[in-house]
Structures are given as C-alpha cells and as structure tokens.
C-alpha cells in the first residue's frame, strides 16, 4: 500500500526522492523508541532517518541511505481509533516523513498532501 500510494504522489516530488528506502515495519525500534522519548510503542507512526536535502553539505560522504520507516501496528492502531481511510493516514504519514527529507514545512506537506491522489 506504501509504495501504491508512493507512487501517486505528484512526479516532481517523487523525483527528488531517488534516495530514499522506504520501509514498513511492524514497530519502530527500542533505541528509536527511546530517542524519540515515546511512551508507547504505538507513539510513532512513522520516521525519516537521515540528513535532509538541506542539511547536505557539498562535501558530505553518505554513511547509509536517507529512510523512512512507516510502522504498520501503530498505523493500523491510529485508523482503528479515528474515521479516516486507511489509504489516507499512510499517505499522510508518508508525505509527512518525505516532507523531513526535503526540510519541508508543514504548510508545504498540506499543499502536496492536497494534490488529488
């Protein structure tokens, strides 16, 4: 479903993120869970990790690649408590971590967020 969705997202924005590994995992990692200061596992819905565009220098020698985990349990957790489409709260999650890749602000994620899928 994460790449479905990916995949209608608008071109030009899926372009610039050539990078980036998008994966789904069941829940996010202790270490994450404890970097974040979660409470619960179910805390996050998602994360980018890595060095957004904006924050590469020229010189810069990529370690790993730029990620984002989507975390299935918390993501279905979320669609069972509130009356959204299951489609719809990935793609949010989605645009939002993809939106840290490229140092988006939060008005620019609801324009593309907006975009028809």
Aim: aromatic share 10%.
């Amino acid at each position: 479903m994460a790449l479905d969705l990916f995949e209608r997202l608008p071109k030009d924005f899926r372009d610039l993120c050539e990078d980036v590994v998008i994966r789904v995992e069941d829940f996010p990692a202790d270490d994450v869970l404890e970097e974040m200061e979660a409470e619960s596992e179910f805390d996050l819905l998602g994360l980018f990790q890595g060095i957004g565009i904006p924050f590469r220098g020229h010189g810069d020698v990529v370690q790993l690649p730029n990620m984002i985990w989507l975390y299935r349990r918390p993501i279905l957790d979320y669609w069972a408590e509130h009356d959204e489409p299951l489609g719809h709260i990935v793609r949010h999650v989605l645009v939002h971590e993809i939106g840290h890749h490229f140092g988006l602000s939060d008005n620019d994620m609801e324009a593309i967020e907006a975009d028809p899928e």
